[in-house]
């Protein structure tokens, strides 16, 4: 499914703003818009382009016009949508040296000490764009600017040193996902001692290279069950869980739900969301 620009956002606007809760799935879509998802309360996990990312309060997603996704929640959660026409973003690259090189922002944004001033100028948006008081266009592109070089500030600071080691991290775990992932084979995958490796997981991960796989492992289980109907057993056996109690464990800890309740998802649109 596409969602158009037409259906979205109005033409003279060029900016559409939604602020929902939700609980449950969403159907698996792109847009001819770009997006900007951030979460106020709850978590969700987001699938763009076959990638799963985890968010939850202070946490931006960036999509871009033709990214496929779709998310699901664990349990209740609110989020901020701004969709506007990719122009806008073109304009902000355009207008700073700074940002001229950098194409694009990553999928996942955390503004760290800056979320409290993105949450009042998301706040300030929302306000100007259901009241629509005189100029209120050029103060919602204004403002959207400034959101966005916010974001290209955070989005692009770390090292390449540091994004090729994440990426490598990612890259392996999900090239070996049906295998059984020993830690000293990522830690050769990346070019570093055991020692080396798991210090610098733990900065860039802040879990456990143990604690992502199997949180990958379990979201990839998710997946397979909601979107290819596999059977549970199916699962265990692909992604090699071999003792049905310790999957159920690991299932419940990183999606919230049991096996069992996967059939109870329900499929969500943004239709059904509750406007706030």
């Not at 818009?33 to 990638?51: A, C, H, K, P, T």
């Not at 979320?115 to 204004?142: A, C, H, P, S, W």
Request: aromatic share 14%; hydrophobic share 35%; with cysteine.
């Amino acid at each position: 499914m596409i969602w158009t620009m037409n259906n979205t956002i109005d033409k003279k606007e060029m900016i559409g703003f939604s602020h929902h809760e939700l609980n449950g799935k969403q159907e698996l879509h792109s847009h001819e818009f770009m997006e900007v998802e951030y979460v106020l309360r709850g978590s969700i996990v987001q699938v763009i382009n076959d990638e799963i990312y985890e968010g939850k309060q202070g946490t931006f997603f960036v999509l871009y016009k033709e990214d496929n996704h779709f998310f699901y929640t664990n349990g209740l959660a609110e989020i901020i949508n701004v969709d506007f026409y990719p122009e806008l973003y073109n304009e902000v690259l355009a207008q700073s040296e700074a940002f001229s090189t950098r194409q694009k922002i990553g999928s996942v944004v955390d503004v760290g000490d800056d979320r409290e001033e993105m949450e009042r100028l998301l706040t300030f948006m929302e306000k100007e764009y259901r009241e629509k008081g005189d100029g209120y266009v050029y103060i919602l592109q204004n403002s959207l600017h400034i959101l966005l070089s916010i974001l290209l500030r955070h989005g692009v600071t770390a090292s390449q040193q540091d994004f090729t080691f994440e990426k490598s991290v990612q890259q392996y775990v999900k090239e070996h996902m049906c295998d059984l992932i020993n830690v000293d084979d990522i830690a050769a995958s990346c070019g570093l001692s055991r020692n080396a490796f798991f210090k610098k997981f733990k900065s860039k991960f802040g879990c456990t290279p143990l604690d992502y796989v199997n949180r990958q492992k379990m979201h990839t289980a998710l997946l397979m069950m909601t979107n290819e109907g596999k059977s549970v057993s199916y699962v265990m056996e692909k992604l090699n869980y071999y003792n049905k109690t310790h999957f159920y464990k690991l299932f419940l800890r990183y999606t919230g739900m049991y096996p069992s309740d996967v059939g109870k998802l329900k499929k969500v649109n943004m239709e059904s969301f509750e406007e706030k």
